[in-house]
């Protein structure tokens, strides 16, 4: 059963289109990440936010931007996509309490021509 | 910053066989959890280690947290096609404090279960 939504599944969009990901839970949680991942590879934190009004930049660096005004909302922008930002975005939610698991949208294949 | 590393990155069998998967870090992890990523889809919580020298079974896995919550392996037993799929180890912060921001995750171990 899927608490967190993320739309667009996949995305075919020219180089220098503003992007926008969405991401949604219905889960109440404080917690929401955004990762970078290449198929079948590793996860890359890139943000994540505490709860209402507050975003931290992960442990890769991204171009991207975020912003967390409502609890269950999480949207990724991309201003000018590039052929570099081409990648699997998944997006995740957890509660704020510790040893409690992430829970994950199924992500967006994004890819920029 | 924490590492968790993931032993083997690819892993291909024949079914039926026997395999272990590892994951090591020369930190001490709160809890440490068990992820499984099919293709398109995001990762999908197997487990949770919590407590030095656990084991926990979920059918043909089993889960073993190290006696000093450093690392922690997966053992799967006649594996199946259907195991099939990239397998995660992430640890929880010990000393983050209540709520840790974020799980550090290993690079994944790949795994083909052939039939």
Same mark, same amino acid.
């Given at each position: 059963?899927?608490?967190?939504?993320?739309?667009?599944?996949?995305?075919?969009?020219?180089?220098?289109?503003?992007?926008?990901?969405?991401?949604?839970?219905?889960?109440?949680?404080?917690?929401?990440?955004?990762?970078?991942? +290449?198929?079948?590879?590793?996860?890359?934190?890139?943000?994540?936010?505490?709860?209402?009004?507050?975003?931290?930049?992960?442990?890769?660096?991204?171009?991207?931007?975020?912003?967390?005004?409502?609890?269950?909302?999480?949207?990724?922008?991309?201003?000018?996509?590039?052929?570099?930002?081409?990648?699997?975005?998944?997006?995740?939610?957890?509660?704020?309490?510790?040893?409690?698991?992430?829970?994950?949208?199924?992500?967006?294949?994004?890819?920029?021509? | 910053?924490?590492?968790?590393?993931?032993?083997?990155?690819?892993?291909?069998?024949?079914?039926?066989?026997?395999?272990?998967?590892?994951?090591?870090?020369?930190?001490?992890?709160?809890?440490?959890?068990?992820?499984?990523?099919?293709?398109?889809?995001?990762?999908?919580?197997?487990?949770?280690?919590?407590?030095?020298?656990?084991?926990?079974?979920?059918?043909?896995?089993?889960?073993?947290?190290?006696?000093?919550?450093? +690392?922690?392996?997966?053992?799967?037993?006649?594996?199946?096609?259907?195991?099939?799929?990239?397998?995660?180890?992430?640890? +929880?912060?010990?000393?983050?404090?209540?709520?840790?921001?974020?799980?550090?995750?290993?690079?994944?171990?790949?795994?083909?279960?052939?039939?």
């Amino acid at each position: 059963e899927a608490d967190i939504y993320q739309t667009p599944r996949y995305l075919v969009i020219g180089t220098g289109k503003k992007i926008t990901l969405e991401c949604s839970q219905t889960m109440g949680h404080d917690k929401m990440y955004w990762y970078q991942q +290449d198929p079948g590879m590793e996860l890359h934190l890139i943000h994540y936010s505490y709860g209402v009004n507050s975003t931290e930049k992960g442990d890769l660096s991204s171009e991207s931007t975020v912003s967390r005004i409502r609890t269950e909302h999480f949207p990724l922008t991309l201003e000018s996509a590039r052929p570099s930002h081409t990648s699997q975005y998944l997006c995740a939610s957890s509660p704020d309490i510790p040893n409690q698991p992430q829970h994950f949208g199924d992500g967006t294949r994004l890819s920029i021509l | 910053t924490q590492l968790l590393e993931q032993s083997p990155q690819f892993l291909s069998i024949q079914e039926g066989e026997n395999l272990t998967v590892y994951c090591n870090s020369s930190s001490v992890f709160s809890s440490l959890q068990w992820y499984r990523q099919e293709p398109g889809e995001g990762p999908v919580l197997l487990v949770t280690v919590v407590t030095g020298g656990e084991v926990k079974k979920l059918k043909r896995l089993t889960f073993q947290f190290g006696d000093a919550r450093k +690392d922690s392996s997966l053992h799967i037993t006649a594996a199946q096609p259907g195991d099939t799929g990239l397998y995660l180890c992430a640890g +929880d912060d010990e000393y983050s404090g209540a709520g840790s921001y974020q799980l550090t995750f290993g690079k994944g171990t790949k795994l083909s279960v052939i039939p």
